[in-house]
Every structure is written in C-alpha cells, then in structure tokens.
C-alpha cells in the first residue's frame, strides 16, 4: 500500500487492491478545499493515471464529512482565482479515463458537490446533506459545472439547487439523480470497497471508452474501435468467458497514445 505523505491540510492518498482512495483532509474546517488542495488535484491524478496499479478511484472525505466546500478565506483573497482553481479541478477529475467512485458521508456542499457531480458514480450515507451555493456568495457557476449539473439531475432540480441554495437530503439525492445509491450507517464502506473491487475487476478499455462516449466525444468511435483491436482485452474477455474464469485485463490508458 502506498501512501502520500504530506501535512496539514491536503489531500492524501492510498492504493490498494488497484483502487485508489483519495481523502479530502482537512478536518478543522470540514474538510473544505484550500486553493493548495485544488491545485494539488490535477498532478494527482495525473500520477493515478499512470500508475498501472490503479483501476479504479474512490474519492472521500475524512471523518464525517465528504466536504463543506472551498475555504473561504482563498475565495476571500481572490474569489476569481479560487474558483478557477476549482473549475480545473473538477475538470480534471471528470476528465481521468479510469473509473471514479464518490463516497459521501456528511456535508457535501459548494466545492464538494462539484467534485462529487465530477466523479463518474456516487454512494451516499444515511444523512447526507447536498447543496450547490453560489447563489450565497454572488458567485456566478461556471457553465461546465452548471451543465454537469444539469446532465446529473435534469434542469428543473439543477435550477432548484443554484437559485436556492438550499440543503436536499439523501432520499432526495437518490430520488433526482445526484447520487446512484444510498445505505445505511456503518455500511457504505463495505459497499463501496465491494463495488470498487468489481470495477478493477473489468475492462478498463471499455471504460475509458464509455466515459467518452457518455461525455459526447462521438468523434472518437473510431479510434476506440481501433483501440479494441489493438489490445488484448476483446481476447482474454471471450476466452475467460468460454473457460469459465475471471478475465485479467491489461489494456490501460498509457497503452492510448492519442488520448
């Protein structure tokens, strides 16, 4: 198992069993992102996609929060720069070709919301609580994060979450489409260690191509076909499939030289 080693407040990694968790840390302030944390996002992940360990990614919070946020004093010394700073983040999140996974517990507001909407699928804990709040800060929403947004829950709660403010529960989530799946106390970490596991158990080409494909990049079908050809994985798929055994798939994104 590998660990990042830095202090205060960061972001702090692990790889196990080729999934990759990421912790938001900063506790004091319920774990909301530091401008350093945002630029600390992109080279990370960065790392993460080349590293042939890693499948899949978890992201999370630590303690009982997934995050309140952007810490307010960056949006205080540069409101402009602190959001820039999380728009490419986020960015940069839903752009990596491999699998990501948000488990959220506690707050997930602001900031939060944009890295958890970022990542490909969401689990919630019981007690969750979701809100996208510019409208309280004067903060005008970047049209990327609004049309994710839009692209999760449809343009009338999109609209409900940015024009309000307001805090939505974990039924609520489920019900418009915010987050996938939602369990009980003490049982989203089993599930969502479970649920990673069957990711990095699967074809990572066809992932990568999925995500793509889901995001609009139908100028791309061609070279995923040819991507397919090239690799291995269609092969040692169908054959572990006749033999009756878990398929091992090799291709990763490394192996995308046009990606």
């Known amino acids: 198992m590998a660990h990042s080693q830095l202090t205060g407040p960061r972001l702090r990694h692990s790889v196990a069993d080729s999934v990759a968790t990421v912790v938001i840390d900063h506790p004091a302030k319920r774990n909301a992102m530091t401008n350093d944390m945002w630029r600390a996002l992109p080279p990370l992940l960065d790392r993460l996609t080349a590293d042939p360990e890693v499948r899949v990614v978890v992201l999370t919070g630590a303690g009982p929060t997934f995050c309140a946020g952007a810490d307010i004093s960056g949006l205080r010394a540069s409101a402009a720069e602190a959001q820039e700073l999380a728009v490419a983040a986020e960015e940069a999140l839903a752009a990596f070709p491999k699998p990501t996974l948000a488990a959220i517990r506690g707050y997930c507001v602001g900031g939060g919301g944009q890295l958890a909407a970022a990542c490909d699928l969401r689990f919630a804990e019981e007690g969750a609580a979701f809100g996208i709040t510019p409208a309280k800060l004067g903060i005008v929403y970047a049209a990327s994060s609004t049309q994710r947004l839009v692209d999760l829950v449809g343009p009338a709660t999109a609209k409900y979450l940015l024009f309000s403010g307001e805090l939505i529960d974990s039924a609520r989530a489920l019900r418009t489409g915010l987050v996938d799946e939602v369990h009980a106390p003490g049982e989203l970490d089993k599930?969502?260690?479970?649920?990673?596991?069957?990711?990095?158990?699967?074809?990572?080409?066809?992932?990568?191509?999925?995500?793509?494909?889901?995001?609009?990049?139908?100028?791309?079908s061609a070279h995923w076909t040819e991507q397919a050809r090239g690799s291995g994985d269609t092969a040692e798929g169908v054959t572990a499939?006749?033999?009756?055994?878990?398929p091992r798939f090799t291709w990763s994104p490394a192996e995308d030289r046009q990606a």
């Open 241 to 246: 499939f006749l033999e009756r055994r878990a």
């Open 191 to 220: 599930r969502v260690g479970e649920f990673a596991r069957v990711l990095a158990s699967r074809s990572l080409l066809t992932q990568a191509a999925a995500k793509e494909f889901a995001a609009g990049r139908a100028d791309r």
